[in-house]
T-cell receptor
Framework: AQSVTQLGSHVSVSEGALVLLRCNYSSSVPPYLFWYVQYPNQGLQLLLKYTSAATLVKGINGFEAEFKKSETSFHLTKPSAHMSDAAEYFC?????????????FGAGTQVVVTP | EAGVTQFPSHSVIEKGQTVTLRCDPI?????LYWYRRVMGKEIKFLLH????????ESGMPNNRFLAERTGGTYSTLKVQPAELEDSGVYFC?????????????FGPGTRLTVL
């Protein structure tokens, strides 16, 4: 069975510092991978997705993620954190063998940005 | 273009009562998904509609949950009778048609509290 692990339920980062959120999946077949962000009182918003094209994926708001098959990882980064990046971030996978695309999510990482 | 909307945003009910959650997907989206996040845990898949048909309901917890999608447009999720463990945030998501992985657009969720 597949699983998604996000390391760290809470991450605190200083404004201007690197944001690094970790996501690992367990699956014998590389899945499709997504990062979503949830701001307070809003729905989940897609940041970026990997669907077997380029392994380095650029998303919105300056975020990017790199798919590493050998490490079964899809870590999310942003070079310089802004106060507006404070939110909860979710990694999600969808199996390529599942034609209908249901997601399996990690537990989420709450990001706090300090001045 | 309007996004995915959910109603109500919050619902507080007593154990044994019935609650109906509604989701209006993005117009023209054939795929509609329901997910649930219990406090402190990951977002979990409940079921998937393609138009008015249930494609996958493997995540439904038990027969107290009933989902419908009238005419392939909006969907309702009824919990009857509600139990304490049903508390959580219920998300709805929609995506365009086709047997492929596509971006899912999420609503803001309905927070259900069962007392």
């Amino acid at each position: 069975a597949q699983s998604v692990t996000q390391l760290g339920s809470h991450v605190s980062v200083s404004e201007g510092a690197l944001v690094l959120l970790r996501c690992n999946y367990s699956s014998s077949v590389p899945p499709y991978l997504f990062w979503y962000v949830q701001y307070p009182n809003q729905g989940l918003q897609l940041l970026l997705k990997y669907t077997s094209a380029a392994t380095l994926v650029k998303g919105i708001n300056g975020f990017e993620a790199e798919f590493k098959k050998s490490e079964t990882s899809f870590h999310l980064t942003k070079p310089s954190a802004h106060m507006s990046d404070a939110a909860e971030y979710f990694c999600a996978v969808s199996m390529t063998t599942d034609s209908w695309g249901k997601f399996q999510f990690g537990a989420g990482t709450q990001v706090v940005v300090t001045p | 273009e309007a996004g995915v909307t959910q109603f109500p945003s919050h619902s507080v009910i007593e154990k044994g009562q019935t609650v109906t959650l509604r989701c209006d997907p993005i117009s023209g989206h054939d795929n509609l998904y329901w997910y649930r996040r219990v406090m402190g845990k990951e977002i979990k898949f409940l079921l998937h509609f393609v138009k008015e048909s249930k494609q996958d309901e493997s995540g439904m917890p038990n027969n107290r949950f009933l989902a419908e999608r009238t005419g392939g447009t909006y969907s309702t999720l009824k919990v009857q009778p509600a139990e304490l463990e049903d508390s959580g945030v219920y998300f709805c998501a929609s995506s365009q048609s086709g047997r492929r992985v596509d971006t899912q657009y999420f609503g803001p969720g309905t927070r259900l509290t069962v007392l």
